[in-house]
């Protein structure tokens, strides 16, 4: 691929909308730089389930149009194209959520914050790929295969939304969206060197499959924190599918003052994890960025244990089992194992057993509470490990971090924790490179609904590490 096309593939959302008013690009110059970037590399990555490519550039070339009128009529994500998760309904088009059991499935709606990236004028020209029903970090389906990193093939991308941050590192897409119940876009964003950020909870409306659910969230999956700005403004605000979601907007601005004075409170462990060293030595040289910056930061004891684990788990198990657990006696034998697990436990459940739950999310956020309220953010690891292998065992039952035995399912992410206190807004940066060549992330944690401050903070730490500036997956090679 000439590499004028590939710079075109890794062009920000902003740059890009810069660049189709002033006509110095086309959308359908972008779209057919993305396709053919696809073409050569998604063969090794297998990060989408469906594409667009025809439609889509029709849609490119109505976009295209619009941009040669001066009637300013422009939408604000016009002829920008997005990959959507098949995990998030589309109305008439197949929707697997990763499954055999929904690889026909065509829905009669379309998720609220989809539908709004798509009446903003986002082209819609894949699906990008999940692991069934997005239960995991790690991303891979009995329907869809392996999903791997482009920036080391033998690891995993992440999860849930493991495809989404797979094709903007590899510049297939100039956006994608992403679901977080656990860690879903961090994760990602973490191990593809991404910006992935969970709104808090009634930021994004959720869809009419998840109603009344507090842990789960929708948001981007992008290349810098202004691309995170823009889908924001566009996915956020009530919707009346989700009587849940909060009345009125943030709107985001794409630039920030400084965050000289900021306190910041760091915690490598949330009191229980282990982390692996390249983990630690990237989170500590990003705490120094801040403290360059201006802040000050302290490291403190957030005091967290493995019930935060139990909480996350308990929960998928009572979603899952309440989703789909009436097809277990049909499919259970072409699900995977996993998961069939996971909707057993469910199918016991009491009513009592996910309280009990509520009460444990509580007194997490008492321990929370003080440090947020004496510091502006609290900053760690997003995974603490800078990944695993692309066909990870979520049942391993010998999976060790520093030689210590942890859970294979969640003892290597440092998310779900706030997906428990769901009001907090967190987004993952990057911070650097493991040994291994895949990138290492960290979440910046604010206080309940202030999406501003983690905006904030993030583009300040995004202006002085530059992450996208001088390095892309080789992944030709």
Request: charged share 20%; net charge negative; aromatic share 10%.
């Amino acid at each position: 691929m000439a590499s004028a096309d590939l710079e075109l593939c890794y062009l920000s959302a902003s740059e890009t909308l810069e660049r189709f008013k002033a006509r110095t690009l086309s959308p359908v110059e972008l779209l057919d730089a993305q396709i053919a970037r696809t073409q050569a590399v998604n063969p090794k990555l297998n990060a989408i389930t469906y594409d667009y490519f025809d439609r889509a550039r029709e849609q490119a070339k109505k976009a295209e149009a619009k941009y040669g009128k001066t009637d300013g009529r422009l939408r604000a994500l016009e002829g920008v194209p997005v990959a959507i998760k098949d995990f998030h309904t589309v109305k008439g088009e197949i929707t697997t959520l990763g499954s055999k059991i929904f690889e026909d499935f065509r829905p009669d709606y379309t998720s609220p914050t989809v539908d709004r990236l798509l009446r903003a004028g986002a082209i819609m020209h894949m699906r990008s790929t999940t692991p069934e029903f997005a239960h995991s970090g790690a991303t891979h389906s009995p329907l869809w295969g392996v999903t791997r990193n482009p920036w080391n093939l033998d690891y995993t991308p992440g999860g849930s939304s493991g495809g989404a941050g797979a094709v903007v590192a590899a510049g297939m897409a100039t956006l994608a969206d992403g679901t977080d119940g656990g860690g879903s876009i961090r994760i990602p964003a973490a191990a593809c060197g991404l910006f992935g950020y969970k709104p808090p909870f009634g930021r994004n409306p959720l869809d009419r499959d998840h109603p009344f659910e507090t842990i789960l969230h929708y948001g981007p999956i992008v290349r810098s924190v202004a691309d995170a700005a823009l889908m924001q403004n566009v996915m956020s605000g009530p919707h009346p599918e989700d009587h849940r979601s909060l009345p009125g907007r943030v709107r985001l601005p794409a630039a920030y003052e400084g965050i000289r004075g900021f306190k910041v409170a760091l915690s490598m462990d949330l009191g229980y994890l282990q982390v692996d060293p390249e983990v630690e030595e990237a989170t500590r040289r990003a705490a120094a960025h801040f403290r360059e910056l201006g802040c000050e930061v302290e490291e403190v004891e957030l005091g967290w244990d493995y019930g935060a684990l139990d909480i996350c788990v308990t929960w998928w198990e009572g979603i899952f089992a309440g989703l789909v657990g009436q097809y277990l006696p049909r499919w259970q034998y072409e699900m995977d194992p996993f998961v069939v697990k996971l909707v057993e436990r469910g199918l016991g459940l009491s009513a009592a057993r996910l309280y009990q739950c509520y009460g444990a999310r509580g007194r997490m956020w008492q321990q929370l509470q003080p440090i947020l309220k004496s510091h502006d953010i609290l900053i760690c690891p997003t995974n603490t490990v800078p990944a695993v292998k692309a066909d990870h065992d979520n049942a391993d039952p010998d999976y060790r971090i520093n030689g210590v035995r942890v859970s294979a399912y969640g003892g290597w992410i440092a998310t779900y924790g706030f997906n428990q206190v769901s009001q907090c807004p967190v987004m993952s940066v990057p911070t650097g490179f493991s040994s291994c060549g895949v990138p290492i992330g960290m979440q910046i944690v604010g206080r309940p609904y202030d999406d501003y401050g983690v905006f904030r903070a993030a583009a300040a730490f995004e202006a002085a590490t530059r992450p996208w500036q001088s390095r892309r997956p080789a992944i030709e090679e």
